[in-house]
C-alpha cells in the first residue's frame, strides 16, 4: 500500500512512525530539509522537500499512483487544497487534518467537493476522550467501542482496594458482572492476564465493558462514586472550545483561564454561560483567586506541555480530584506518569489512531474482516482493535475453546446486533460481528492474525 504524507510536524511524524513499521510504501514531503533527513536517518522511508500544494512535488511523491495521500501540514487551507490536488492527480484516497471548528462545522459539505475520504480534527478528538473522562471520573482514560456502546477504561488500583490479592477469575465469580480485564500495567511490564492473574496494589488495569456494567463493577467495590460539576479549564484553544460545548451540554459549570485577550473576547461570545478569566493560568494567585481548590476537576490545555505538567502538580497539591493534562511529547508523558496526574492526554496520538484505523481498513477492504476502531494503550505497548466480521470464513461459528490463538492475544468482546457479548470458550463470531481483539507486542491487520 503507497501512502503519501505531506506535513512532518506532530501528527505527520507519529504517522510516518507507525506506517514506517508496518508493511507500507512511505513518501513524506515536507518543506523543512533538516526535518526530513532526521526522518530518514530514523525511518526506513523515502522523503521530498518541497510544498505538499506543489503539483510537480506531489508528482515527484508519485501521487497519481498511489493508494492514500495524508495531509497534516500546518495550516487547514493547504491540507485541503493538497487532498483536492491529490485527487485531481489521481490518489485513490485523501485524508486531511481539519483544526478550525468553523471549517470543521461544514465538513460534510466540503468533503463531497474536495473529495476526502476522511477529515480529522486533532482537538475536537482530544476534547471528545478529555469529556468521556470527566463523564466516567473513576477512570484514567476511556476509549469508546462499538458506536459508543462499548467502553475500555483505565483503571489504577489504589493501596485500600478490596481488588487486592485477588485473581481474576475470583473477581468474575465473586462479582457476576460482565466485564474483562483485557491489559494489566505493572511496573515496566505488560500483561495480557489469564484468569489465574493476581492483581496488586499498582496495578493499571484496562477494563472492557458497557457502561452500566462499569457502574455497576466500581459499586459492588465500594469505590467512591465521583461526579464533576465545576471544571476549570487553563488555556482557551481548539480544543478548550469543543470540550466547553461539550461540557455545557452536559450541565456542567464551567470557567476557562486564557491569556490572550482576543481568543477570551471569542470565546464569551460563543459561551454565555461559561465564565471566562483573561490572565495568566501559571499564576499562583490568579489560580487560589478563581477558587482552585473548590474546583472537581482541572483541565490543563496550554499549548506548553510543561504547563501543563507544573499545573497539574500544583492542582494534586491543592487537593482537586480530577485531574488531566495535555502532553502531545511522547517521552514527557512518559516522564510524569505516577506523578499523580490523573489523565494525560494527546491530540496528536489520538489523531494518529483515527487514521491508523482508516489505513488499516483500507488495507484489507477486500478480505473477511477490517478494522473498525483501533486505540494504543499503555503507551503504545498495546493495541486494542475492532474488526467487522464480513463474511464466511475458518474461525465464524467455531466455538472460541476450539480456536487456537497466538500469545498475547485476547478476544476481549463481540457486539452482536444489539448485544453485548463478554465471551468465554463456549461463545462464537458469526458474520456481521464487531469483535474487540487487545494485542501485545506485534501488529495486526486482521483478524485472523492472531490464530495460531
Known sequence: MKIVIIGDGKVGHKLTTELSEGDYDIVLIDQNEGKLQAALNELDIFCITGNGVDAEIQKQADVPHSDLVIACASTDELNMLSCLLARRLGAKHTIARVRNPIYYRQIGLLKEDLHLSMAVNPELTAANEVARILLFPQADKVETFMKGRVELIEFPLREESRLNGLSLAEIYQKLQIKILVCAVKRGNEVYIPDGDFVLQSGDKLHIAATHQDLKSFFKSFGRKTMKIRNVLICGGGHLCFYLTSQLLQAGMQVRIIEKNEERCEVLCENFPRATIIHGDATDHDLLMEEGIQEADALVALTG???????????????????????????????????????????????????????????????????????????NGKVEAQEFIIRKECQFTNVP???????????????????????????????????????TKGHVIDSFSDILA
Open 304 to 378: 506548553m506541555d510543561e504547563e501543563n505538567i507544573i499545573l497539574s502538580l500544583f492542582a494534586k497539591s491543592q487537593g482537586v480530584e480530577k485531574i488531566i493534562a495535555k502532553v502531545n511529547e511522547d517521552s514527557r508523558a512518559q516522564m510524569v506518569e505516577g506523578m499523580g496526574i490523573d489523565s494525560i492526554i494527546s491530540a496528536k496520538s489520538a489523531t494518529a489512531d483515527a487514521i491508523m484505523s482508516y489505513v488499516r481498513a483500507r488495507k484489507n477492504s477486500y478480505s473477511s474482516d477490517n478494522v473498525e476502531t483501533m486505540y494504543q494503550l499503555v
Open 400 to 438: 472460541l475453546k476450539d480456536l487456537e490463538t497466538k500469545p498475547n492475544n485476547l478476544i476481549a468482546c463481540i457486539g452482536r446486533k444489539r448485544e453485548i457479548i463478554i465471551p468465554n470458550g463456549d461463545d462464537h463470531i458469526e458474520v456481521g460481528d464487531s469483535v474487540i481483539v487487545v
